[in-house]
């Protein structure tokens, strides 16, 4: 997973730094950066439920809905950045997030599906040892194992788009 979403933000850098020397247009730096959005988000999915000839419609139309949002908010990027209301920078730096806050979502909530699919019914927050921890997912880890489904998604605390975490989980303690 890390590694596609790593080089799903390498094709967002290169098409941002493309669109920033002049090198294409806005719409088509919008629609490179949907092109690799969509992809992150139908890897990611096949990721989380063991392969792309696992995925149901469900997961397609989960993939669906954070790409209709994914694209709500990439169409506004996309206007300050033709009204030059942001810098070169900021636009590079903004466009990184579009590379990981709701690939990584939907992600976990293909591993939430397919863990109840399956008949685990415990999760815990893992923190990633090399991040910065926000005080949510802090907390969170410090529950330890508590019914699959109670815990916020990933990116759902004040960390959001930067959370590393990630979820473990298991059959009850005593059901197996």
Not at 43 to 49: I, W
């Amino acid at each position: 997973f890390e590694d596609n979403l790593a080089a799903h933000r390498a094709t967002i850098t290169d098409l941002s730094g493309r669109l920033g020397r002049g090198e294409m247009t806005l719409t088509a730096w919008q629609r490179g950066i949907a092109d690799s959005m969509r992809d992150a988000h139908l890897q990611a999915r096949a990721l989380a439920v063991g392969g792309r000839e696992r995925m149901t419609a469900k997961d397609f139309g989960s993939v669906g809905g954070f790409m209709r949002y994914d694209l709500q908010r990439l169409a506004r990027f996309g206007a300050q950045v033709e009204a030059g209301a942001i810098s070169a920078a900021q636009m590079e730096a903004r466009a990184q997030l579009y590379g990981q806050a709701n690939v990584r979502r939907s992600y976990e909530r293909g591993r939430l599906s397919a863990a109840k699919d399956e008949g685990y019914q415990q999760e815990r927050r893992v923190l990633a040892g090399d991040a910065a921890h926000c005080a949510g997912c802090a907390d969170e880890a410090q529950r330890g194992w508590v019914q699959l489904g109670s815990l916020a998604p990933i990116g759902g605390h004040e960390c959001k788009a930067n959370d590393k975490c990630g979820k473990e989980v298991r059959y009850s303690a005593t059901s197996r």
